[in-house]
Nanobody, 120 residues
């Protein structure tokens, strides 16, 4: 059974940094795209960043220059390093794996999410 488990969320002050991870199990995702999405209260889930199987990255304009996505295929793990965090970054962050890069419907597997809260 495939599982994606996020970790590393928490509370951080505005301007601070935080890293979240996503450990995959049940199958290898080295040939898949992997991505991060987030959902704030009362809002729809939105794309944050993604990385292709060969390391090509995409970012939402709102996080470009502040967030860095990376992956370790040997560990079957996805990372998101976040810096210069803003209160509007507060959301539940989800990792996903699939064939696409930006559209959520192209992702087949999803984690349960980890809360990131940025205080002002």
């Amino acid at each position: 059974q495939v599982h994606l488990v996020e970790s590393g969320g928490g509370l951080v002050q505005a301007g601070g940094s935080l890293s979240v991870s996503c450990a995959a199990s049940g199958r290898t995702f080295s040939s898949d795209a992997m991505g991060w999405f987030r959902q704030a209260p009362g809002k729809e889930r939105e794309f944050v960043a993604s990385i292709s199987w060969n390391g090509r990255t995409y970012y939402a304009d709102s996080v470009k220059g502040r967030f860095t996505i990376s992956r370790d295929n040997a560990k079957n793990t996805l990372y998101l390093q976040m810096s210069s965090l803003k209160p509007e970054d507060t959301a539940v962050y989800y990792c996903a794996a699939g064939t696409g890069m930006i559209q959520s419907w192209t992702y087949d597997y999803w984690g349960q999410g980890t809360q990131v809260t940025v205080s002002s």
